[in-house]
């Protein structure tokens, strides 16, 4: 927006205008003539973008000192550095790499799968071995089956989800809930059974680690976490080569196996176990479906990849169907090869459960010269189970953001952290994982009982769903694919009971108690955030002016903290109230004193209140004072002294604390605070009558809580400034009440930019009050290719500064009242970092517009 010739004010910006540069019109060399000069000057952690658009660097986003810094310093140590949004495409997997990072632990399970078939069957004695052919057989059907359910899933939806938004779109938000709670528990065991049973098998090669499983089991899950947070490339390259390993070596088993047992290696007939010397069950039909049920251990895995379509390179879709044929052809090969080799040598389940079966396997098969290759089995196994938690660390996290996107988890799961991977959820799945390992003693045969259970649960919804789909739509082969999910769908849910009854008393009961709670945890999230955006929806759009209509100072000393307060009272320029809330008489003298040496022209109007007493009096005090109208303020000044440790010195001040806590959640009160440095004596300039007054409002979009903030702002300041971080991320846009986001992953942070900057102008006329006697806010855009707010926000208010030294800045913050302080977890995070910032300085005061929802009520 170039220089208004109508508007005097237009004729020179402030040095402290949005894009940080000086502009003077100068007179031209023939009359009428004008021109602008534009002084560029150093900006320090920014740079300059196409069409002018302030953009944060790299450094921009490294805190300036204190213990931030330094942790700051160690987390790119730990996961290296930061990357932009645009290399988010050279992040995406091709299918080389996606096929090891997402199948590792579908192809694991082939490990102990056959095994825990066998094992049921050995309770009947050696003769129900003859059924372990016809049940590995129709465990391959049924892989076949779910493989193709999901093949056609992500063909169809050509994004992330799975069986979540298979449901969802198909069978209706309760089914969908569960499918997603039974998804992010399974995820979880994988986690904690993958990493135990691999320090297992740590300890039976190296007897004298037995003592130390547990700690080698959080031990493990940690550098699962550090490794994924590196993210999903780095991740990818450093898994992919134990994966292929094993796949090599179980192939090689399979291979030398069938060869030297079909030319007599075996000693005895195909078929023929050692004898089981007392059975304890009777060979029944329901132990033979309990067997099929335990066998059907080894499909667990294979929804990995529908959750994490947006995880591979272009076209998505068609390389996810692409990894899953891979991934169902391989994980059929092994597990009949596994079979078919069991068969032939005859290798049954030890009561101990050591050695393994393919232990025993590996053992029979490489003997003499290629003993070697029995090792290389035993070494890739190990390492394959513990990185079978890989496709959980991929998995949970997209399901999770899947989630936040949809309002059913809190949003913050739904951002990209510093490598383009949703840490937050991988840092909750590794802290939950740790605990339910501790909590089992790292004991892979208790864990084992939970296990299969929840995605067995999501196989049946999804394919149930997409049934569904095909009789309402008819496109294709529809016949056929009904056909394929409905018999998967029966297949998967009677597998799904069989486990329960059989589990139930082991320790399946537990997830019975815990998905209906996450069930009702995703329910609450998700009302709250649409009731949260459907009141603000329902605010009437007017030009609403927010008047503040007195300033109130509580007083028990007049400190330094205070006298600040108090001056900066005075220049807001509206009546001043300050409250006496000490017991000494001569105070009150004292304190009018000072404000009437502080208005020289006696403007504005002060009186000092007696009102002995704690944050009960002041509350009782603004209770009698009550505002005249629903958008009439009072700013209450709370004296503070400066603390390098941010919010966390209220702890020492439970008081102030209290009464912060008090002041936000009280309608039609503006808390404000301007601390004072007790080491120096900070220069009062921007404190005296007639200093510049600049108003500084940090925006996330173009909402009520915005208008709020910068109505207020209008009043208090000569100056307003709107400043928006762009990141691009979907949960930073604005919603429309009812919308579904799910599917949005937001876009690049320059599009942010351009989209807000052509809305600005007619938002700002038709939601803020255009007097002449009031200032127009400008819009300041940074855009931040890292994703961060805060810290570009501290950043460019650092920069404003060092250009307006004389000026009396003020931050206004918009900030959301919930309901419940509960609820108040899920909002306001970055307005609690930049607070936190700002109350160690001395040079900017901070004040919080507040929008209270059970106002509404």
Same mark, same amino acid.
């Given at each position: 927006?170039?220089p208004?010739?109508?508007?005097p004010?237009? &004729?020179?910006?402030?040095?402290?205008?949005?894009?940080?540069?000086?502009?003077?019109?100068q007179?031209?060399?023939?009359?009428?003539?004008?021109?602008?000069?534009i002084?560029?000057?150093?900006?320090?952690?920014?740079?300059?973008g196409?069409?002018?658009?302030?953009?944060?660097?790299?450094?921009?986003?490294?805190?300036?000192?204190?213990? %931030?810094?330094?942790?700051?310093?160690?987390k790119?140590?730990?996961?290296?550095?930061?990357?932009?949004?645009?290399?988010?495409?050279?992040e995406?997997?091709?299918v080389?790499?996606?096929?090891?990072?997402?199948?590792?632990?579908?192809?694991?399970?082939v490990?102990?799968?056959?095994?825990?078939?066998?094992?049921?069957?050995?309770?009947?004695?050696?003769?129900?071995?003859?059924?372990?052919l016809p049940i590995?057989?129709?465990?391959?059907a049924?892989m076949?089956?779910?493989?193709l359910?999901?093949?056609?899933?992500?063909?169809?939806?050509?994004?992330?989800?799975?069986?979540?938004a298979?449901a969802?779109?198909?069978l209706?938000?309760?089914?969908?809930?569960?499918?997603?709670?039974?998804l992010?528990?399974?995820y979880?065991? *994988?986690?904690?059974?993958?990493?135990?049973?691999?320090?297992?098998?740590?300890?039976?090669a190296?007897?004298?680690?037995?003592?130390?499983?547990?700690?080698?089991?959080?031990?493990? %899950?940690?550098?699962?976490?550090?490794?994924n947070?590196?993210g999903?490339?780095?991740?990818?390259?450093?898994?992919?080569?134990?994966?292929?390993?094993?796949?090599?070596?179980?192939?090689?088993?399979i291979?030398?196996?069938?060869?030297?047992?079909?030319?007599g290696?075996a000693?005895?007939?195909?078929g023929?176990?050692?004898?089981i010397?007392?059975?304890?069950?009777?060979?029944?039909p329901?132990?033979?479906?309990t067997?099929?049920?335990?066998?059907?251990?080894?499909?667990?895995?294979?929804e990995a990849?529908?959750?994490?379509v947006?995880?591979?390179r272009?076209?998505?879709?068609?390389?996810?169907?692409?990894?899953?044929?891979?991934?169902?052809?391989m994980?059929v090969f092994?597990f009949?090869?596994?079979?078919?080799?069991d068969?032939?040598?005859?290798?049954?389940?030890?009561p101990?459960?050591?050695?393994?079966?393919?232990?025993?396997?590996?053992?029979?098969?490489?003997?003499?010269?290629?003993?070697?290759? @029995?090792?290389l089995?035993?070494f890739?196994?190990?390492?394959?189970?513990?990185?079978a938690?890989?496709?959980?660390?991929?998995?949970?996290?997209?399901?999770?953001?899947?989630?936040?996107?949809?309002?059913?988890?809190?949003?913050r799961?739904?951002?990209?952290?510093?490598?383009?991977?949703?840490s937050?959820?991988?840092?909750?799945?590794?802290?939950?994982?740790v605990?339910?390992?501790?909590?089992?003693?790292?004991?892979?045969n208790?864990?084992?009982?939970?296990?299969?259970?929840?995605?067995?649960?999501? @196989?049946?919804?999804?394919?149930?769903?997409l049934?569904r789909?095909?009789?309402?739509s008819?496109?294709?082969?529809?016949?056929?694919?009904?056909?394929i999910?409905?018999?998967g769908?029966?297949?998967?849910?009677l597998?799904?009971?069989?486990?329960?009854?059989?589990?139930?008393?082991?320790?399946?009961?537990?997830?019975?108690?815990?998905?209906?709670?996450?069930?009702?945890?995703?329910?609450? =999230?998700?009302?709250h955030?649409?009731?949260?955006?459907?009141?603000?929806?329902?605010?009437p759009?007017?030009?609403a002016?927010?008047?503040p209509e007195?300033?109130?100072?509580?007083?028990?000393?007049?400190?330094?903290?205070?006298?600040?307060?108090?001056?900066?009272?005075?220049?807001?320029?509206?009546? !001043?109230?300050a409250?006496?809330?000490s017991?000494?008489?001569?105070?009150?003298?004292?304190?009018?004193?000072?404000?009437?040496?502080?208005?020289?022209?006696?403007t504005?109007?002060?009186?000092?209140?007696?009102?002995?007493?704690?944050?009960?009096?002041?509350?009782?005090f603004?209770?009698?004072l009550?505002?005249?109208?629903?958008?009439?303020?009072v700013?209450?000044?709370?004296? &503070?002294?400066v *603390?390098?440790a941010?919010?966390?010195?209220?702890?020492r001040?439970?008081?102030?604390?209290?009464?912060? @806590?008090?002041?936000?959640?009280?309608?039609?009160?503006v808390?404000?605070?301007?601390?004072?440095?007790?080491?120096?004596?900070?220069?009062?300039v921007?404190?005296?009558p007639?200093?510049?007054r600049?108003?500084?409002?940090?925006? %996330?979009?173009?909402?009520v809580?915005?208008q709020?903030?910068?109505?207020?702002?209008?009043?208090? %300041?000569d100056?307003?400034i709107?400043?928006?971080?762009? *990141?691009?991320?979907?949960?930073?846009?604005?919603?429309?009440?009812g919308?579904?986001?799910?599917?949005?992953?937001g876009?690049e942070?320059?599009?942010?930019?351009?989209m807000?900057?052509?809305?600005?102008?007619?938002?700002?006329?038709g939601?803020?009050?255009?007097?002449?006697?009031?200032?127009?806010?400008?819009?300041?855009? =940074?855009?931040?290719?890292f994703?961060?707010?805060?810290?570009?926000?501290?950043?460019y208010?650092?920069?404003?500064r060092?250009?307006?030294?004389?000026?009396?800045?003020?931050?206004?913050?918009?900030e959301?009242?919930?309901?419940?302080?509960?609820?108040q977890?899920?909002?306001?995070?970055?307005?609690?970092h930049?607070?936190?910032?700002? !109350?160690?300085?001395?040079?900017?005061?901070?004040?919080?517009?507040?929008?209270?929802?059970?106002?509404?009520?």
């Amino acid at each position: 927006m170039g220089p208004d010739p109508d508007n005097p004010r237009s &004729e020179r910006q402030p040095e402290g205008a949005p894009d940080l540069e000086q502009r003077i019109t100068q007179p031209g060399s023939l009359p009428g003539n004008r021109y602008v000069v534009i002084k560029r000057e150093d900006l320090g952690s920014f740079r300059r973008g196409r069409e002018g658009i302030l953009v944060a660097t790299e450094r921009a986003d490294e805190p300036t000192a204190g213990a %931030a810094r330094a942790t700051y310093r160690l987390k790119r140590a730990l996961i290296g550095r930061r990357l932009a949004t645009s290399a988010l495409e050279s992040e995406r997997l091709p299918v080389r790499r996606a096929l090891p990072t997402l199948a590792s632990d579908a192809l694991s399970s082939v490990a102990y799968g056959p095994e825990a078939g066998l094992t049921v069957l050995a309770l009947a004695g050696v003769g129900a071995f003859a059924f372990e052919l016809p049940i590995a057989l129709a465990i391959a059907a049924l892989m076949v089956l779910v493989t193709l359910s999901y093949r056609q899933l992500v063909l169809t939806r050509q994004a992330d989800g799975g069986s979540y938004a298979a449901a969802r779109d198909h069978l209706g938000k309760w089914p969908a809930m569960v499918a997603a709670a039974a998804l992010l528990i399974d995820y979880v065991l *994988t986690v904690s059974v993958s990493v135990s049973s691999g320090a297992d098998a740590l300890a039976s090669a190296f007897p004298v680690l037995i003592d130390l499983r547990l700690p080698l089991s959080v031990l493990l %899950a940690l550098m699962l976490c550090a490794g994924n947070l590196r993210g999903v490339r780095e991740a990818g390259a450093l898994f992919s080569t134990p994966t292929y390993i094993f796949i090599g070596a179980m192939v090689c088993l399979i291979v030398v196996g069938a060869i030297r047992g079909l030319t007599g290696a075996a000693h005895h007939a195909i078929g023929v176990y050692p004898p089981i010397p007392h059975p304890a069950e009777a060979l029944t039909p329901f132990l033979i479906l309990t067997a099929f049920a335990s066998g059907c251990s080894s499909m667990t895995g294979i929804e990995a990849v529908s959750n994490s379509v947006r995880s591979f390179r272009a076209p998505q879709g068609r390389n996810a169907a692409r990894t899953l044929t891979l991934l169902g052809a391989m994980l059929v090969f092994l597990f009949l090869g596994v079979t078919m080799i069991d068969l032939i040598f005859g290798a049954a389940p030890k009561p101990s459960g050591s050695p393994t079966v393919l232990a025993q396997l590996a053992a029979d098969v490489f003997t003499g010269p290629g003993r070697f290759f @029995f090792y290389l089995v035993q070494f890739a196994t190990m390492l394959v189970l513990v990185l079978a938690a890989n496709a959980s660390f991929n998995g949970f996290p997209r399901l999770c953001a899947f989630l936040a996107r949809d309002d059913r988890l809190p949003h913050r799961f739904g951002a990209y952290g510093d490598r383009l991977v949703y840490s937050a959820a991988i840092l909750v799945l590794t802290g939950v994982s740790v605990v339910v390992i501790i909590a089992f003693g790292a004991n892979t045969n208790r864990l084992i009982n939970l296990y299969a259970i929840g995605v067995f649960t999501a @196989f049946t919804l999804a394919q149930t769903a997409l049934v569904r789909y095909g009789l309402r739509s008819r496109q294709g082969h529809w016949r056929r694919n009904v056909a394929i999910n409905g018999v998967g769908a029966a297949a998967t849910l009677l597998v799904d009971l069989i486990v329960l009854v059989v589990k139930f008393h082991l320790g399946a009961w537990v997830v019975l108690v815990i998905v209906p709670l996450v069930v009702a945890y995703f329910w609450y =999230v998700s009302r709250h955030y649409q009731g949260v955006r459907s009141d603000l929806a329902a605010i009437p759009t007017f030009r609403a002016q927010m008047t503040p209509e007195r300033t109130v100072v509580p007083v028990r000393e007049l400190d330094g903290p205070t006298r600040r307060a108090l001056l900066y009272g005075v220049a807001l320029g509206r009546p !001043l109230s300050a409250i006496d809330a000490s017991g000494d008489p001569e105070l009150a003298a004292r304190i009018e004193d000072f404000l009437r040496a502080s208005t020289p022209g006696g403007t504005p109007r002060f009186e000092v209140i007696r009102r002995p007493g704690g944050a009960r009096e002041l509350l009782a005090f603004l209770d009698e004072l009550g505002p005249s109208g629903p958008d009439h303020l009072v700013t209450v000044m709370v004296p &503070e002294f400066v *603390t390098s440790a941010g919010n966390l010195d209220l702890l020492r001040r439970p008081g102030a604390l209290r009464l912060k @806590f008090s002041l936000l959640r009280r309608p039609g009160v503006v808390v404000a605070s301007f601390p004072a440095n007790p080491r120096r004596e900070t220069a009062e300039v921007a404190l005296r009558p007639g200093a510049r007054r600049v108003a500084v409002v940090p925006i %996330a979009g173009l909402d009520v809580l915005a208008q709020r903030a910068l109505s207020y702002a209008q009043q208090i %300041a000569d100056e307003v400034i709107a400043v928006h971080v762009a *990141t691009g991320q979907a949960q930073d846009a604005p919603r429309v009440a009812g919308a579904s986001t799910t599917d949005d992953l937001g876009m690049e942070p320059s599009a942010e930019a351009k989209m807000l900057e052509r809305q600005w102008d007619e938002w700002v006329s038709g939601h803020l009050v255009g007097m002449d006697d009031l200032p127009r806010p400008q819009l300041a855009l =940074v855009v931040s290719p890292f994703r961060t707010v805060v810290q570009p926000v501290l950043r460019y208010l650092q920069v404003f500064r060092d250009k307006n030294r004389d000026a009396l800045c003020t931050v206004v913050l918009p900030e959301l009242v919930a309901r419940h302080w509960w609820n108040q977890l899920l909002h306001n995070h970055r307005a609690f970092h930049i607070k936190s910032a700002l !109350l160690g300085r001395s040079d900017f005061a901070v004040a919080d517009v507040t929008y209270d929802l059970s106002s509404r009520e």
